[in-house]
């Protein structure tokens, strides 16, 4: 025997004498302590193995069969000039401007500067010369919802298109579509084509789902068409994520990769249980967390898109914040579940109805309130006009005190682009932008004390998106003068529509710098 062993035997016995005495020493303690020790817990075991149930899935086969005719592939596309920025290159693969597709791979934006150019970023040039050709934004998924041709999908697959086709399955019939309406506060939008007795997808109830319910996801990953991935529910009432205003996901880890945006979650009846949006990932790939708008929401969406061109909300006039222990405390809370109210707008329908900042709200017309966003949701969902009945919590007393909802109103236009053909054209067409308010400043990172409005949407082809202002970019002065608000600043660009060049002082990322809008000759 080696020495080496020798030792290894030899080490072994302080730790045997140690663990011998250890044993002795609780024998001992044992014993006289007998009466303390619990008795083994009553663990309920079943030791058959598992067999298989007669109603067992073998296959989604037939599910597959009845829902994959009712989603489509949605690809998109934009009239450019030649040699404007964006009309080349990868830009013009399939799916490469995709959002989604964008998001998840980290590749930036075109409009994004670098670090070293926030202050100033390069203005981008028009091509003056020859005609327009057609650039491809995106492809993604698209799911029937009605005979007729009505389509939903998600607003970002359709979002900037001049043209969009839906294309049928395996055999490929392309349809010219029409963007009937978008929501971009739950990212829903509603095409439609001109088509009749097309298979129109099922809508199951989504306030039913359970997690652990197994679920599949068809779409267009990548172009490929008709892709399935089965999963299962993982969680429901999703929100806080950041991804669209107002979030009520359905999560689930059936595999959702970009092309997959808009088509279709299903359960294992072939009923619509949502429209997958989004997935959360480190790697740009699947990672087993997807998100889908539940149906009964995108429902809803869709009837309000169908019969007024937008999604009408009720508004409370209220900012909110989650409680936790030291303001429950310092509120003299005494319920388990409720939503702060931080600050009460003026003149809104919870100041006429005595709501205070530092009240706690329990309850909307007898539904308990879960959560802020939950909150948000419910008064969102409910008509204006609508008297409803908040339970609240003022200082440990309770009072219900009754409220008339007044309507949200949408995000304003800086400037409409769409004027008549024989008006003179406006230095400021092409922008949108909205307050400041909690909603934005979540969307575009800005931080609490930013003023003036942010711009939510921006034509690539107009003057002011040519002098380098982008989506995100807060403007805080029109020609020398502060705006506040939406309204504000529609004021002051009605005014100066007859100007050639405006003088904008804007901000990015915190950066503050002023740029000329000139109209192009």
Known sequence: MSHCALLMKTSLFPRISALLLAAGVFARLSAFGAEAVEKPADVKIDPAPVTAKANMITSFAPIVEKVAPSVVTISTSKNVKPGARGSGGPGSLPFFNDPQFRRYFGIPDEEESGPDDEAQPTPRRRNRGGSTQRQALGLG??????????????????????????????????????????????????????????????????????????????????????????????????????????ENFIQTDASINPGNSGGALVDIEGRLLGINTAIFSRTGGNQGIGFAVPANLAHSVMDSLLKTGRVVRGYLGVRLQELDETLKEKFKFSGSEGSLVAAVEPNSPAAKAGVEPGDVITEVTGRKVEGTQQLRMTIGGMAPGTKADLKIQRAGQEKTVQVELAELEPKEALAKADQPEDSAPDV???????????????????????????????????????????????????????????????ALSEKLKNEKQVLLRVSTKGVSRFVVVKEES
């Open 141 to 246: 998924s698209g799911v029937i919802v009605s005979p007729d041709g009505h389509v939903l999908t998600n607003n970002h697959v359709v979002q900037g298109a001049d043209d969009i086709v839906v294309t049928f399955g395996r055999n490929k019939t392309e349809y010219k579509a029409k963007k009937v309406g978008g929501d971009p506060g739950t990212d829903l939008a509603v095409l439609k084509i001109e088509a009749k007795d097309l298979p129109a997808i099922t809508f199951a109830d989504s306030d039913k789902v359970r997690v652990g319910d197994l679920a599949l996801a068809i779409g267009n990953p990548f172009g490929l068409t008709q892709t399935v991935s089965m999963g299962i529910v993982s969680s429901i009432g999703r929100n806080d994520l950041g991804i669209t205003a107002y």
């Open 428 to 490: 400021l067409d092409g922008v949108t932008v909205a307050d400041v308010d909690d909603e934005t400043r979540k969307q575009f990172g800005l931080t609490e004390g930013t003023k003036g409005v942010v711009i939510t949407k921006i034509d690539p082809e107009s003057p002011s998106a040519l002098a380098g202002l982008k989506v995100g970019d807060v403007v805080q002065e029109i020609e020398k003068q502060a705006v506040k608000t939406a309204k504000e600043a529609i």
